[in-house]
Every structure is written in C-alpha cells, then in structure tokens.
C-alpha cells in the first residue's frame, strides 16, 4: 500500500509519517519544503520527496498511489491578516481541490482530508460533526469550503473522508510554537510565566500530534464503508479545556504553581467538540496528554534540542515568504 502525504514536511506530517512506515506503508511526500527539508531528516531515506507545490505539480506521481494524505497548507488563523488573505484561498481551497480532482481521475482509492476545528468559529453550545460551522477567518473558511468541494468528489470508487483536528500540540521535528499548548509551555520555560489569552473562559478541544497520526491509520485501515463521505471530529472528550484551566494545569505541572499573564483582545474563538463519533466508530483513544507533551517540550529546550525562532511561529514565517516572493 503506498501512500502520498502532501504537507509532509510540516509539523503534522513530520510527526506521523514515522507511524506510516512502522506499519509497513510505502510513503511518498510532495512538499514546496517552504520550512525546510530538516524535520524529515531521520526518515528521509525511507520515503521519495516530491518539491513542488500543490497547486501546479505533475499529476503523473499520483500514478502508483493507493491513499492521499492532504495535509498541505497555510495553517494558522490570521485574524490581524498579516498576510494576504487570498493565498489561503489558492492553496487551502484550490490546490486541495485539484489534488483531489487528479486523485480521483489517476484512480486513487482514498482521500483524507485534514481540515480543521476552526472551522466553528464561535459556539455556545457543545459542538458535533452535524453542528452547522461558522468560520470567523479565512484559514477557517477556505477549509470548509474545500470540505464541501471534496464531498462533492465522494463515491463508491473515490473514498473522501474530513478530518476536523482539535488544535494540536506535542513535540515535532517541525517545531511550532504558536499552538495553545506549545506557545504556553515556551512561556513556562523561558518567563516562569504562562500567557493567558483573555478572557480565559474560551474553550478549545485539544490533541496531541501524534495522536492524529494514531486516528487517521484507523481511518486509512477502516471499512470504506465506515468513513466515506464522512467527518471525524478528531480529538477526546477529555481535553476540552477552556484556556485558564489549561493554563493553570501546564504551570503547575512545569513550575508547581500559577502566576498568569493576561495578553491580548477577548478571544472570538470559542469551541467545546464533541468526539463521540471518531470513538465509537474507530475506536479511538488518546496516548497522550498535555503534561504530558508540556514535559517532553520543556526537556527540548532545556537539553537545547529545540529552539524558538521564525520558522516555529508560522504566521511570521508565511509573511517572510510572501515578503521575498516565495510563496
């Protein structure tokens, strides 16, 4: 079985792809490596690298391919729109979607798609995959209207599934710091301070990265029938935090106490998922755990294995690369 994982490079693919090759998957990545080609340094011999960009790449190389793993993307809210907001457009909308379309052409028999939980925006109310979305931005709203395109691809021969991740943490190759949990931990390490977005009381589900590589090797081995034309909320029950519990948790695991410090305008993003779905489906259950990942990243650091810089905060990152014209 041969897999293609566009995105591969970045934070997400990284970290799973190691999983893939332990199952005895074949693994082929197309990546821009817009961050580089270091976080697959370990695997790198194991797998053949494609760099091109989604959005003009040969369609021959989907020729041997068996599953896609879409994961490439501009991947971060950008409410500030620090960078132009059409590009989340072309890659996140049009390129996924002309992946898809040559998938489904070439004979690729599975798509999985990772879109996002961003895409509820606000909610008062406990959110589940039928709960009607409402992005606030356009990182959110290009990955819905790429669900809805994807869907409309999804047959008996062209299995589609969406994925929703809760927002991710842990430790990557692809080291990124702008992530609730992350971004708090850094804090805790460098300040003896955990930054707390106000007003506190928004909610966020959570899941470590290395648990999604867990869910979608359920979904990639699952009974077509069980996944096509589906959305998994991808996340437990469990680790809905509303951020000041969240925060008080990692600094008292980090520092055994709390001392907050309160930054920014009150949060419009306020989501607490439901994950009963992907549970009692797939079967799936969480290895991993906040302190858990605040532990680990905390050991990085200290050891000097991992380091913050541009490249860890992706929004600094995509406005240097629209700066000099590469992307």
Known sequence: M???????????????????????????????????????????????????????????????????????????????????QNLFYEINLNGCTRVAEYCKKTGVERFIFASTCSVYGYQKEVIYETTEPKPLEAYGDSKLKAEKELLKLSDKDFCVTIMRPATMYGLSPKMRFDLVVNGMTYALYSTKEVNVMKPGTQWRPN?????????????????????ENEIFNIG????NYQIQTLAEELATTILGEYNPKWYGQPDKRS?????????????????????????????????????????????????????????
């Open 236 to 239: 437990s029950n469990d680790q």
């Open 2 to 84: 041969k897999i293609l994982v566009t995105g591969g490079c970045g934070f997400v693919g990284c970290s799973i792809i190691p999983l893939f090759l332990e199952n005895g998957y074949q693994v082929k990545i197309l990546d821009l490596q817009l961050f580089g080609e270091e976080p697959i340094d370990s695997f790198k011999d194991d797998v053949e690298i494609i760099k091109e960009d989604i959005r003009n790449f040969n369609p021959s190389i989907l020729d041997d391919i068996d599953i896609v793993i879409h994961l490439a993307a501009l991947s971060q809210p950008d409410e500030l729109k620090r960078i132009p």
């Open 271 to 327: 989501y607490k998922v439901n994950f009963d779905k992907l549970r009692d489906t797939l079967g799936f259950k969480p290895n991993y755990t906040v302190t858990d990942a605040a532990t680990e990243i905390t050991r990085s650091l200290e050891s000097g294995q991992i380091e913050k810089t541009d490249k860890t905060i992706n929004l600094n990152w995509y406005k240097h690369l629209v700066e000099t014209n590469q992307i």
């Open 207 to 227: 899941i470590h990265v290395r648990d999604v590589g867990q869910a979608v090797t359920k979904i990639m081995e699952a009974d077509k029938e069980l996944v």
